[in-house]
């Protein structure tokens, strides 16, 4: 019988001591899965952060494959001389739209108001014609990365072209033009304008 006893008191001692090692393993396996939880949380932040800036990157690359200066605003193309339906309806409702007599073409231009920008239209043929484009603040920039309050230097250097003037800097693609105007050497407006043929 003490034989027996001490068999039994010796299986119960193992299965104690099976029983804590299976714990040390299940903490040393948290701890694993946990790392590996971090490991997979920091690949997809680095695999999204990786994603937006090759959308930035593809974004300006389109930009500067384009013949004309081009605006983009929520994954959103606009190109002057372009018919201004389609892009108008992928936009979305207007804050405001109003008409003013048109300073380059007959007739009048319907100005469409979003936040941070306006998309100028005119008449041509019936059809409705991007005419221009004027960023307002700062919630929107240009492609290549202007956008208001920027100082002049810095367009300047971002374009690779120095100011024509104290208050403006106008650089030309295709047959539209970019213009920046300046007040106390930073920057309060940026147009978008067709180029007169």
């Given at each position: 019988m003490k034989k027996h006893g001490i068999i039994s008191k010796s299986l119960i001692i193992a299965a104690m001591a099976l029983s804590l090692t299976a714990c040390g393993n299940k903490e040393q396996t948290t701890t694993a899965v946990a790392g590996t939880e971090e490991q997979a949380?920091?690949?997809?932040?680095?695999?999204?952060a990786a994603s937006t800036e090759q959308g930035t990157e593809a974004s300006t690359k389109e930009a500067d494959a384009s013949a004309n200066?081009?605006?983009?605003?929520?994954?959103?193309?606009?190109?002057?001389?372009?018919?201004?339906?389609?892009?108008?309806?992928?936009?979305?409702?207007?804050?405001n739209t109003y008409e003013a007599p048109s300073c380059a073409f007959d007739g009048m231009d319907v100005i469409y108001v979003y936040p941070g920008y306006e998309v100028l239209t005119y008449a041509k043929?019936?059809?409705?014609?991007?005419?221009?484009?004027?960023?307002?603040?700062?919630?929107?920039?240009?492609?290549?990365?202007?956008?208001?309050?920027?100082?002049k230097a810095d367009v300047e250097n971002l374009y690779g072209q120095k100011a024509n003037t104290a208050g403006s800097l106008q650089v030309d693609k295709g047959n539209c033009t970019l213009l920046f105007i300046f007040t106390d050497e930073a920057v309060t407006s940026i147009q978008y304008n067709m180029l007169q043929q």
């Open positions: 949380t920091k690949a997809e932040t680095d695999t999204a200066w081009v605006f983009k605003k929520d994954g959103v193309t606009i190109e002057l001389n372009a018919p201004a339906e389609p892009v108008i309806q992928a936009l979305g409702a207007a804050q043929d019936g059809n409705a014609i991007i005419s221009g484009v004027v960023l307002r603040d700062d919630t929107v920039s240009t492609p290549e990365g202007a956008y208001i309050g920027m100082t």
